[in-house]
């Protein structure tokens, strides 16, 4: 699978199962379930194609 180029009629909706995935985690932070799910993550993040302090690489 890859990127569309963005002019397609559905690129700004959710598919069912993203809007069901979505709506469990927001489902689960509501009920106290889960806690800092949306806070940003200050540290290195591994797989985001940026070397960041502490690593040697990083392959995306």
């Given at each position: 699978?890859s990127?569309?180029?963005g002019?397609r009629p559905n690129?700004?909706?959710?598919?069912?199962?993203?809007?069901?995935?979505?709506?469990?985690?927001?489902?689960?932070?509501?009920?106290g379930?889960?806690?800092?799910?949306?806070?940003?993550?200050?540290?290195?993040f591994?797989?985001?194609?940026?070397?960041?302090v502490?690593?040697?690489?990083d392959c995306?």
């Amino acid at each position: 699978a890859s990127a569309t180029s963005g002019d397609r009629p559905n690129n700004s909706r959710f598919s069912t199962c993203s809007v069901g995935n979505i709506t469990a985690v927001l489902d689960a932070v509501r009920d106290g379930r889960k806690r800092d799910c949306l806070k940003e993550n200050a540290g290195a993040f591994c797989g985001n194609k940026i070397v960041e302090v502490g690593e040697e690489c990083d392959c995306g």
